[in-house]
């Protein structure tokens, strides 16, 4: 974005780089809303393996356990916080698969590299049900909310399809989508 790139508006998957590049003059001021609140699940490819609760990671009865890199994923570093809130970080220290992000991490758990994994429960949820597999939805109380912010880039400052995207968005529609896939809202 700071060297150029063709986007006019960014949908981040956290609220820090869309607070930054409002920082740094690189969007349109005032243009940066959440448009979606991140929901973290455990989930096997397996649809026998979780029970819809913590059970299986209690036991830590599996080999592999998949997050996204907590550094640099607003997902990994929710996986981290629960793991924290349950005792379990030392225990499954050693059990832990690293992706580079949430879609890595997903990887690892759909192609049995890994028997579960926290991932984004947009990536497994659709129409208000689990797609495929077993999963436990973790209660948000146990990680620090995924606000995932949305702004108007400064090229896009004058683009009516931006104006457009942004408005539809905010709207009752996308509301509906956007839940869909395991979103909370605003």
Not at 79 to 90: H, I, P, T
């Amino acid at each position: 974005i700071k060297n150029g790139a063709p986007f006019d508006v960014l949908l981040a998957a956290d609220d820090t780089t869309p607070a930054r590049l409002e920082r740094e003059d690189a969007s349109v001021p005032g243009s940066r809303f959440t448009y979606a609140i991140g929901s973290l699940v455990l989930w096997s490819a397996d649809a026998a393996y979780l029970d819809g609760t913590d059970a299986a990671l209690q036991a830590s009865q599996f080999r592999h356990l998949a997050i996204a890199n907590p550094k640099a994923a607003p997902y990994g570093l929710a996986a981290m916080q629960v793991l924290d809130k349950l005792g379990l970080s030392e225990a499954v220290k050693g059990k832990l698969v690293e992706g580079q992000n949430i879609t890595q991490a997903h990887q690892f758990v759909s192609t049995g590299n890994a028997e579960l994994g926290f991932v984004a429960l947009s990536q497994v949820y659709q129409d208000g049900k689990l797609g495929s597999g077993s999963a436990w939805i973790v209660p948000e109380a146990m990680y620090e909310p995924i606000r995932q912010d949305a702004v108007i880039l400064r090229q896009g400052a004058s683009n009516p399809a931006a104006a457009a995207l942004v408005e539809y968005l905010q709207g009752a529609e996308a509301a509906r989508v956007i839940e869909s896939f395991g979103y909370k809202l605003p």
